[in-house]
């Protein structure tokens, strides 16, 4: 029998649809605040729960989990999964969830956005209008054209996939690197070759990283990653913070040699990268050769909603003692299962 007196705490604001999900399986405490709770708010609220719905902002360790004995599932409405460590939940018998699919579209979107706005100098063109200064037509901001241009995608998964089937109409010639290579049919149909991460740098007149945040890919970006870069090129980062050396990017910009740089995610994100940065680095924030938006990769209003739902079903899920699809320990789960017998 599926018991509806469950404690399920939710670290942000949702949408209506969600919280009424939410309640057929109990009582739910919500963050309804734009700022997210501090650290100590967070486990005074767990400490008695049963479900967690986690955004990108809440840091789950060992030492939080410890305070938490009740904690069943943290449902990410999320799909990187670094502020979470996986290996501790499973420890404590704890499901982790995250949404796969919804935020693929919406932030491949954003990064055609984030490309056009950088070549065209959108941003520095807005603002010379809002100066008032803007009397009429004149010879100025001259930008590159996304179209025809050289595009090289590092990191083919779902995302790279969706930038390069969106890019199909720009008519670029369109180069990816990854240790997996797409099938001859999936190259035929987005006319994109696999190529050498050399021959990308060399090349591309813009470099978009569509890669996960490992141990061997933090700081792929490095000033010797950027010295290869074809010289005026632009680096695009819809992925995760820590890939780029930020401090390497602000003086590739500063000397020329990078053309602009346009992200959505920051160094100063990933907490789970022992003396990341406190702060952008301020040679980002004060050029003229960057866009930079404030991790929106997936807040589409009806995108957000469906991840707040699914992240919703999978709590009632694992509530009904079930196990979630879209979970990401279940092996290591049942692993520990076997050990303790």
Known sequence: MFLTNHKIVLASSVHNSVRKTLRSA????ENTN???WTRNELINHLQDADALMAFMTERIDGDLLDQCPKLKIIAGALKGFNNIDIDACSERG??????PDLLTIPTAELTVGLMLALSRKIILADQYVRSGNFKGWRPILFGNSVVGSNVGI???GAVGRSILKMLSGFDCCCFYVDPVALTPEEEFKLKVTRQTIEHVLRKADFVILGMHLT???FHVVDQKFLAQMKPG??????ARGSLVDEAAVADALLSGHLGGFATDTYETEDWAIEGRPSFIHPG???SDKTVLTPHIGSAVGKTREAIEL???NSIISALKGEKPKTSVNSDNLIRIEQKNK
Do not use: H, R
């Open 26 to 29: 109990g009582s739910v405490i």
């Open 34 to 36: 734009q700022e997210p």
């Open 94 to 99: 704890i499901i982790v969830t995250i949404v």
């Open 154 to 156: 590092i990191g083919a």
């Open 215 to 217: 141990a061997d890919s």
């Open 233 to 238: 090129a632009c680096l695009i980062n819809p």
């Open 284 to 286: 980002i924030l004060n």
């Open 310 to 312: 699914s992240a919703a």
